[in-house]
């Protein structure tokens, strides 16, 4: 499984991006999917992600309300839709996927397939 990212870009703080993420077969059926972001210095976190066959969505603390994952099965892609953004939400955000259990979702170790990044600079 191969996994495109991309939608990132420079935004004032407040505004709004949508993140792509496509597959390059179909993946939801089989794999959970998430999206974790990296800040310069700072470890991979954990961001948003959803089960397999998008059966439950899980946020961080620190986006809820804010971010929201979704997806587009005809085009194997899922999404992340980032409203209200802060300064501290810039990153690279990467999507991921993979036979993630659900009480280790928020866990990066569990997924297998990663994409390249895409960042994500908030301006205040």
């Known amino acids: 499984v191969q996994l495109q990212a991309s939608g990132g870009g420079l935004v004032q703080a407040g505004g709004s991006l949508r993140l792509s993420c496509a597959a390059s077969?179909?993946?939801?059926?089989?794999?959970?999917v998430g999206w974790f972001r990296q800040a310069p210095g700072k470890e991979r976190e954990f961001v948003a992600a959803?089960?397999?066959?998008?059966?439950?969505?899980y946020y961080a603390d620190s986006v809820k309300g804010r971010f929201a994952i979704s997806r587009d099965s005809a085009k194997n892609t899922v999404y992340l839709q980032m409203n209200s953004l802060k300064p501290e939400d810039t990153a690279v955000y990467y999507c991921?996927?993979?036979?993630?259990?659900?009480?280790?979702?928020?866990?990066?170790?569990?997924?297998?397939?990663w994409g390249q990044g895409t960042q994500v600079t908030v301006s205040s």
């Open positions: 991921a996927a993979g036979p993630v259990i659900l009480s280790a979702i928020s866990a990066a170790t569990g997924y297998h397939y």
């Open positions: 077969e179909r993946i939801f059926s089989r794999y959970a």
């Open positions: 959803a089960g397999r066959n998008f059966a439950g969505t």
